[in-house]
């Protein structure tokens, strides 16, 4: 059974970084679509960044283009989200999802097999 376990998460002020992780286990192998979402209450949950761990391809929602950056590590079958020049508007909840099959929209909820428990980030000012 695929787990995926977040960390990294905190209250930081406006302007600094934080390092998210997501470590996996229960894999065969490390050939995965891996997303970072975030979620506020009362809000949908909001695809932020993506990588394909099959070749590093990666993506990123125009929220976080140019600020965050996602990266992995296979020997340690872990995601990292690095977070710079963090604002308020960045607080939420972010949860890393897998999915082995690659199909569906990368920023849509419902292509992912596989969730975190979710990591606080908030972001004063």
């Known amino acids: 059974q695929v787990q995926l376990v977040e960390s990294g998460g905190g209250s930081v002020e406006a302007g600094r970084s934080l390092r998210l992780s997501c470590a996996a286990s229960?894999?065969?192998?490390?050939?995965?679509?891996v997303t970072w979402f975030r979620q506020t209450p009362g809000k949908e949950r909001e695809g932020v960044a993506v990588?394909?761990?099959?070749?590093?391809?990666?993506i990123y929602a125009d929220s976080v283009e140019g600020r965050f950056t996602i990266s992995q590590d296979n020997a340690k079958r872990t995601v990292y989200l690095q977070m710079d020049s963090l604002n308020p508007e960045d607080t939420a909840m972010y949860y890393c999802?897998?999915?082995?099959?690659?199909?569906?929209?990368?920023?849509?909820?419902?292509?992912?097999?596989?969730w975190g428990q979710g990591t606080q980030v908030t972001v004063s000012s």
């Open positions: 990588i394909f761990t099959t070749n590093g391809a990666t």
């Open positions: 999802a897998a999915d082995k099959t690659f199909r569906g929209r990368w920023f849509t909820p419902n292509s992912y097999d596989y």
């Open positions: 229960g894999l065969n192998n490390f050939s995965f679509r």
